[in-house]
């Protein structure tokens, strides 16, 4: 079969192009199926208390604005550790943290603080207690 067009007889184009129309409707009628399951699964989603996902936007990445915190959370830390002599464990510390109004989206806070209190040089971890102070 020739690759130009214009060397093609009418009765091959004729059939190049019934080949295409129905390669269309097959992707169409897939197409059409795919936006059934995925209208099911969006009910279903919406059914257990979910949102589905906004047309043309892919899921992960950022899921809305950044929060704002008055101060950072090494400020937040180091004022909970400041008022207590025999100091707190991470867990102690997050909860804290997070009673004093801190506004996290992170689905793993508790390694937040964690990074937040080993990086800090005026926070020591007592190796008895496992508790972190900060030092004077």
Do not use: W
Request: glycine share 8%.
């Amino acid at each position: 079969m020739p690759k130009n067009v214009s060397e093609m007889s009418v009765a091959a184009l004729e059939k190049a192009l019934l080949t295409k129309r129905s390669k269309l409707e097959d992707l169409s009628s897939q197409r059409d199926r795919l936006r059934k399951q995925l209208e099911t699964v969006e009910g279903k989603i919406q059914t257990l208390g979910g949102t589905p996902a906004a047309p043309g936007k892919l899921r992960g990445g950022r899921r809305g604005k950044r929060v704002k915190n008055d101060m950072p959370l090494s400020g937040y830390v180091e004022d909970i550790l400041g008022r207590t002599k025999k100091g707190f464990t991470v867990d102690e510390v997050v909860q804290k943290v997070l009673e004093a109004g801190y506004k996290t989206k992170s689905k793993s806070f508790r390694n937040v603080v964690y990074q937040c209190l080993y990086h800090a040089e005026n926070i020591v971890q007592d190796e008895k207690t496992g508790r972190y102070q900060l030092t004077s």
